[in-house]
């Protein structure tokens, strides 16, 4: 397994802070409020979540190569590139939060 610089940088993160290194690698997620109250709990479960996290990330960017791969939650990768939305966006798959498929709140009567 290759550490790459961003690794090393989200190691150094993670022992500084952890839940910055969570925020970092998972977003605004359900992991980050984990990550929070293990780090309040105790520092060290705060750590090993971090250190978790970042492991998995780097078992996801072996196995999909960089930028191959997307966050699913949990700490689980799925293997398909860039999310929709973003820059260079083609992947396949959809953001796991908000409304999908609903009626506008509000649409203007046609003449």
């Given at each position: ?6 690794d090393v940088c989200l190691i150094l993160v ?73 820059a260079g966006a083609g992947g396949p798959y ?18």
């Open positions: 397994m290759a550490i790459r610089g961003s993670a022992i500084i802070f952890p839940p910055a290194a969570a925020a970092f690698i998972a977003g605004c997620s359900c992991d980050l409020l984990i990550n929070i109250l293990l780090t309040i709990l105790g520092y060290l479960p705060g750590h090993i979540h971090a250190f978790w996290l970042i492991y998995r990330r780097m078992k996801a960017e072996e196995q999909w190569g960089h930028n191959g791969y997307v966050y699913v939650g949990n700490g689980q990768y799925q293997g398909g590139g860039v999310q929709p939305g973003l959809q953001q796991n939060y908000g409304a999908t498929n609903a009626a506008p709140a509000y649409s203007a009567p046609h003449p």
